[in-house]
């Protein structure tokens, strides 16, 4: 029998290695027998350090080593470092390239530098690439096309990416996507959805994108309906779909849509991976079915940190305080190292519970024991911890402190500190922040003016008004939904939108001629 070539014996050994030292061993013998700078055995090896062992800085060594690396080489490196901790490492090294006579970029090169400029916050240089592109004649290759639509879209250039998207002569559905996508980032729901609605073929992702952007952007409502279409399609959903719609289940307080997708993950054998888990344990949360969400918590062999938030922020929740603290401990008895979330969970349990003083230690504990700057969400909740307990010198001196402008929460936290405690003083100072940090927010003016009101200081209460109807500021509807059948229903104050507003009316009247009888 033949012996095996030296291709097929060092193919052979890397497909049976694990570890970095296998991998320095069949480059000690690739040294060895002279083909270290083999294009093809270099290749194999960068990628393998690259990819198999998420080794960057060995396979750069290797790439280093060579002379002169072709397209390939660069490829494959710069993919790597797009992917990396680090996406600035494959501009430099496209720099690089650009440098050198020779070899040229491809376009299998330019989607990754595209993709490592928008993680790397680098949109002038993106231009610049744009323009190489321009340049070396690959601007009509589908892959690069696209790459380029999404570039702009990631740095809300919708105009630019729009553009490029017009232009393309084939539109597939990646590039469809991207454009979909660029208009969810920017909130921009009714163009991705018209959008989305033109689309000749639909995937997965594509359903994903537009039931994410929806839940990202606060349409609950209208990501479940797309599900529901998605569903009517008979395209089959997967771990993202049912996290994201999970998602808007809790925020709606749809238990028994969201006990029907966990029906449906079950029975389609969708893989309960940690992200559909802990969507699990925070809609069941929310929507106040502790027992539930205690009992996938308990199933689960191994839990994460967000896991471990999700449960705590669930307990927090619905006052909870003693088992939400107890949780945090058994949390870090586990070895899992909080963060900003597990705090806000921790911080609005301990307000909740009216838990003072052990509130005031964990913010202390944040930056002490931990190293966690504490953001304005931390701010808030240990204000409204201070307030409620009627402590408004110790609240206004964290405010005071603050390495954050406060914003609308603080403030918003102190003016019911001082409803509850009557101190008219702070409440003024209070309700002047809210209405400079939102002008045209009615509320805070009649809460002003009210509060003037009870004062008699019957002149600040005209000029409050006379302001009002200058500014023209306006009053925030009202909002309420009810679950009916699987179905949301939403309503505002003064709502004449809804398909049978009619029949809702007809029945508010009768409702009020029971009430004067």
């Known amino acids: 029998m033949a012996a095996a070539s030296p291709d097929e014996k060092v193919l052979t050994l890397l497909s049976k290695s694990s570890h970095l030292r296998h991998l320095k061993q069949i480059h000690g013998y690739l040294i060895a027998v002279g083909h270290a700078h083999t294009q093809f055995f270099a290749f194999k090896l960068v990628r393998f350090a690259a990819i198999a062992l998420s080794d960057l800085a060995y396979a750069r060594l290797i790439f280093d080593s060579l002379p002169s690396p072709n397209v390939y080489l ?37 989607p990754h530098v595209l993709k490592s400029c928008f993680y790397s916050s680098h949109f002038y240089f993106m231009k610049s690439v744009h323009s190489h592109i321009l340049k070396s004649g690959f601007q009509d290759h589908g892959v690069v096309q696209t790459s380029l639509l999404d570039g ?247 405010v005071r402190d603050m390495r954050i402008e406060p914003d609308e929460v603080v403030w918003g936290s102190l003016l019911n500190g001082c409803r509850i405690y009557g101190d008219a003083k702070l409440a003024e100072l209070a309700i002047r922040k809210l209405l400079e940090l939102d002008p045209e927010n009615a509320d805070y003016g009649v809460m002003l003016a009210n509060l003037y009101s009870e004062s008699e200081k019957w002149e600040e209460v005209r000029k409050v008004r006379k302001l009002l109807k200058q ?21 505002y104050s003064g709502d004449k939108f809804h398909p049978r507003f009619k029949d809702i009316y007809m029945v508010l009247e009768g409702l009020f001629g029971l009430v004067e009888l």
């Open 74 to 110: 660069y490829t494959g490196m710069i993919t790597a470092y797009s992917s990396g901790p680090d996406p600035s490492l494959a501009l430099h090294l496209f720099r690089l390239m650009l440098s050198r006579p020779r070899p040229r970029p491809n376009h299998f090169v330019y």
């Open 471 to 491: 500014g023209g500021a306006k009053k925030l509807p009202g909002c309420s939904w009810i679950e009916i059948d699987s179905e949301v229903h939403q309503f």
């Open 152 to 398: 702009y879209a990631r740095f809300s250039d919708l105009g630019t990416s729009r553009q490029l998207f017009d232009s393309l002569c084939e539109r597939n559905v990646v590039s469809w996507t991207a454009m979909v996508s660029g208009y969810l980032r920017v909130g921009m729901v009714g163009n991705a959805v018209a959008l989305f609605e033109e689309m000749p073929e639909k995937d997965v992702p594509s359903w994903n994108a537009v039931i994410a952007g929806c839940t990202q952007n606060g349409l609950f409502s209208e990501a479940v309906g797309i599900f529901r279409k998605m569903l009517a399609s008979f395209v089959v959903p997967n771990q993202t779909t049912v996290a994201c719609v999970l998602s808007a289940c809790g925020q709606l307080s749809m238990l028994r849509f969201g006990k029907w997708v966990h029906g449906y993950i079950t029975k389609n054998d969708i893989e309960q991976c940690p992200f559909v888990s802990n969507a699990l344990i925070d809609m069941y949360g929310k929507c106040g079915s502790l027992r539930e969400a205690r009992w996938i918590f308990s199933t689960l062999s191994e839990k994460n940190l967000t896991t471990w938030n999700s449960m705590i922020n669930c307990l927090a929740l619905h006052g909870h305080s003693e088992s939400a603290i107890a949780m945090f401990k058994e949390m870090d008895c586990e070895g899992c190292e909080p963060d900003e979330v597990t705090f806000v969970g921790i911080l609005n349990a301990c307000t909740h519970g009216g838990l003072v003083d052990e509130g005031l230690d964990y913010f202390e504990s944040m930056s002490k024991d931990f190293r966690i700057e504490p953001q304005i969400e931390h701010y808030g909740c240990v204000i409204d911890l201070l307030v409620r307990a009627g402590r408004f010198g110790d609240a206004m001196g964290i």
